[in-house]
């Protein structure tokens, strides 16, 4: 029940985010971005690029992926203090927005089924506890995820992003 209730909630902010591009479509209007896709886009797809498949070896892909870390107790620490979040030229109220449309839009199949959406509150609480060693603690992730058969050997989101 909880996780259709968190799913829902997440859905429900998408869908909001999305902000009615299919009826601007129809009309033959220029379809206009959400704020919360906006913030993205300005934030994070210089980087992890505007299909979540980020850049060979270098940059994390987030498409089908970022969402294994809900998986983990680790990994939602993880995700609020990974270097590009903390840094965010954005309030705690829309990175926590950004975080949670980011894994609805680019990996919803991967969250865990007891997610709960990211909150301001732990957005600001983390901002102060930024990870030191982000390589490190990845690397520790990745290995947690492939040891519960989540990530299949080899796999760790940099090898694949943005190779093709």
Known sequence: MRRRAGLALLLALALLAAGGAGA??????????????EDFSRNCQGCHRADGTGACRTVPRIRDFVGLFTRIPEGRDYLLRVPGVVWAMLDDARLARVLNWMLVSYSRDEIAPDFTAFTEEEVRA??????????????GLIA???RRALLPPGEDGLVSAGCD
């Open 144 to 146: 947690e995820l492939q």
């Open 126 to 139: 983390a901002r102060k506890r930024p990870i030191a060693d982000v390589l490190e603690v990845r690397r």
């Open 24 to 37: 601007a479509e129809e009309t033959g209007e220029i379809p206009r971005v959400s704020a919360v896709a």
